[in-house]
């Protein structure tokens, strides 16, 4: 900052130059979208001028571009700019992250129990746990094996409506048809991976792409399975132990146990699900990674071609990333089915699957506790904002850009080895390749 | 007169032939691979050698022909009809390429984890086992481990061996990724171009690794090379290529002294011969 | 037949706007190699942009249709030119010689601050446009059916052939083209050769997006209402078509958006309108399955 303090004036006439040129480029920008709003009038549509909304945006922009010349850009370019102002919170991030885990751990078992905790935050942080897991299920499949998937949210539907259906039709429990859930949503990864995993790159992405879009679509128009737009409902509550946890359980969990009757009883009950399912998840993808299995997709995620040649069966690798990706994701969609006791196909779009994606890239692919991060700041802290819904998804628009400009490889970008003779070192994330699958 | 090589070969490559649209890359090529040779093919740039190595390792089907490979059990695979990978692990053919292909983010000793998969996938039924931590497992991988330590120690880099790959210098990792080729315990080790780049020193070491794996495990080695020094020296047979055609297959004396492949190939490299 | 005839008009208009739409991804994806996801986002801009400037020539008396239309296409092309630009400054060239994901997920980012934003600032309702360009031929009649081609029809046809016509000219004839035909093969080259590659770049998103303010302006005007939203479900497609049409190559566009037009038509005309969109997009996966380089991409050959 020094540097740039002495050389204030005479960067002053630029800098000035530069917004002007940055408030015209706005002008343009907003001029229609913002300066002129459309009113509806019955019939037809009326226009009505905001001209001073959109000299306040224009404003703003020459404003808050002429300050960032003056005191934060000295010429450099805006992402390096950002980049470097932001680097000690990565660096940061890096130190910390072997404490976060058991801190992380310690916190969720106990945070049904601290004193601030109350429905609401029970609530947000069942919520951030279902995102945490379909984020280390689609790690798997995008961060380890380096298959871009954008239609992970199939098999999160897959796994809710099997459910839901069992339930409702066949009146299979919860712990029953949690792993049949999972199977099926397997089986639909294997199903849908098996034609299409021999594409790379962006072909591969678009047509998961696709295939979400199809079950969707499926699922919307399918209403004698489904009941179509208008969902599922009355999808039965998990029960402890065959402990119902409601008010008049027969059994009911507060009368076995004998403690008077709360309704948050089913929210804590439901958040250790949760949390157990995603402790599961990290478990069997940690132990995993460091399996032949796990290994050979982080090889494949490195170079497919000299897999190849080292006699791994790469379709048969990839598809075993596919379903047990898929697994996780089926069995997070049974838990959503059982929280919501409702759910429809408008749970299911793409933008799910790119919020999910977003968050493995973001907390930086392949580590396990960069979802956890990713999901907390994305989801948690975007709860904050619930009230203002279209705000509050510019403001996740934002910081998707935002975050990825500052950091392109994600939150935590250091690779743990699988295996080590002498001493573990991390690998750094500069080395790790991305996979082109 | 039937050349050593020729009475009880490994590899048996016949009539092969392989185009891509209009263009002949191999015509017609016949060659025997010996079960305990050093054999190089050699040839000017763009002659078909890696062709000829991603037709054996099933990169690549050949247009036409057939590469018979003969194992010492007498187990025989035709290989211009199989996938790469069942190459690699039945017919237990190991390669390396030309421009190195390591996984670079991850370290020296995955690397030589990944090479023994088929092994330790069997050992962990599957990840099944595995994910259990089952001894049948966790035995079978220390011995892949041990494996790799074995081949880490002949390539001089077992105190690198927790470091990525991809911050090894290079000649280390064309050590590495002829480590891990041997790591899938191979019957026939194809090399392409395991000298390229390679400082005098560095070469002389890679001639002293390649005589050894062939003296202590018993395998064949094809190998590719530019290098004369590399090639003259330790080769027992020398197969030459040009436009796709043979034009010339014998001892390294005699592929010296050929006219042919004077004028095709050594013409322009004599000095390297001599 | 008449029937058959009815709906091969309205599939080639549909697939005209698809066209449109598909040249914007397709010549990204062809110099940079990434998805530019937001692409469908322009396209919904830029029919908001035509919808606010055809509501004020009307209610300033403009009331000469070819006039303001063509003012419109003009200031809604350009309008929304600054918006692709612009999103190409911002998000994706910090990012370009970045981790590959990285961009991809900026443009998913970017594509949900357009739509929120257009939501935002001009509502979520279904925003109407009265029917400017009415009338047709009637093209056959048989048995009471009419097949019939209107104005609309026609003039989204002829103007996207003339677009057509004019960029394949200008990707092969002049020095922009060039350069982005060098930016494709090999950046790091091009600029040694002195191409100035953002320049390119920025120039590629500026006629992306002016092309498919062009579509946006059709689609208002065919459909007669746009809303914030139209922009996914378009874009997809239109990316479904540049895969299908083979990516980078800009007739592939056309025609893979024309094969995508004519399939959710027949779909929707011989079995259920309900799964049109899974027509169209199995047609992608088999396609690609089968011709992993779209039908007129080149093959790309795997070095080993």
Known sequence: MAQSETSLSARLPSALKDAAIAAFISLALFAFIVGIRTVDDPGKLLLEPRPWLLAGFVGAVFFGRLFLNLFFWSGAHTSEALTSALAPVGQIFERISPWLTPALVVFAITLPFLPFTDRYILDVAIMVMTYIMLGWGLNVVVGLAGLLDLGYVAFYAVGAYSYALVATHFGLSFWVALPLAGLLAALWGIILGFPVLRLRGDYLAIVTLAFGEIIRIVLINWYSLTNGPDGISRIPRPTFFGLELTRRGEPSFHEFFGIPYSPLNRIIFLFYIILVLALITNFVTNRLRRLPLGRAWEALREDEIACRSLGINTRNTKLSAFAIGAMFGGFAGSFFATRQGFISPESFTFIESAIILAIVVLGGMGSQIGVVVASIVMIGGFELFRELEHYRMLMFGLAMVLIMIWRPRGLITSREPSVFLKEKKAVSGELVQEGKG | MTAPWEKDPILRVRHLTMRFGGLVAIDNLSFDVGRNDITALIGPNGAGKTTVFNCLTGFYKPTEGMIRMTHADGNEFLLERLDDHVIARQARVARTFQNIRLFGGMTVLENLMVAQHNPLVHASRFAIAGLFGLAGFKRAEREAVERSKHWLEKIDLVDRADDPAADLPYGAQRRLEIARAMCMQPVILCLDEPAAGLNPRESDQLNTLLLDIRKEEQIAILLIEHDMSVVMEISDHIAVLDYGIKISDGTPDFVRSDPHVIAAYLGVEDEEVA | ?304
């Open chain 3, 1 to 304: 037949m008449e029937y058959f005839v009815q709906q091969l008009i309205n599939g080639l208009t549909l697939g005209a706007i698809y066209g449109l739409i598909a040249i914007g991804y397709t010549m990204v994806y062809g110099i940079i190699g990434m998805i530019n996801f937001a692409h469908g986002d322009i396209f919904m801009v830029g029919a908001f942009i035509a919808l606010i400037m055809f509501i004020a020539l009307l209610s300033i008396g403009l009331t000469f249709v070819p006039l303001a239309l063509l003012i419109v296409l003009l200031v809604s092309m350009a309008f929304t030119a600054v918006w692709g630009w612009t999103v190409e400054r911002v998000a994706y060239r910090p990012l370009r010689e970045s981790f590959r994901l990285a961009p991809l997920i900026t443009a998913i980012g970017m594509s949900i601050v357009l739509q929120n934003f257009v939501q935002i600032a001009q509502g979520a309702r279904v925003k109407p446009l009265q029917p400017l360009i009415t009338g047709g031929f009637t093209v056959m009649e048989k048995d009471g059916f009419v097949v019939n081609l209107s104005y609309m029809q026609i003039l989204i046809i002829v103007l996207t052939v003339v677009l057509m016509c004019i960029f394949t000219l200008i990707i092969s004839r002049t020095s922009l083209g060039r350069a982005q035909r060098a930016c494709e093969q090999d950046r790091v080259m091009a600029a040694l050769s002195g191409v100035n590659v953002d320049r390119t770049i920025s120039l590629t998103f500026i006629m992306g997006a002016a092309l498919a303010a062009v579509a946006g302006v059709m689609y208002l005007l065919y459909y007669g209402v746009i809303d914030f939203y139209i922009g996914f479900i378009a874009g997809i497609k239109a990316f479904t078509a540049a895969v299908l049409g083979g990516i980078g190559s800009l007739p592939g566009a056309m025609l893979g958006g024309m094969i995508i037009g004519l399939i959710e038509v027949f779909w929707s005309a011989y079995f259920t309108i309900e799964y049109k969109d899974v027509a169209a997009f199995s047609m992608l996966a088999l396609v690609l399955i089968f011709l992993p380089s779209g039908l007129l991409g080149r093959p790309e050959v795997e070095k080993v």
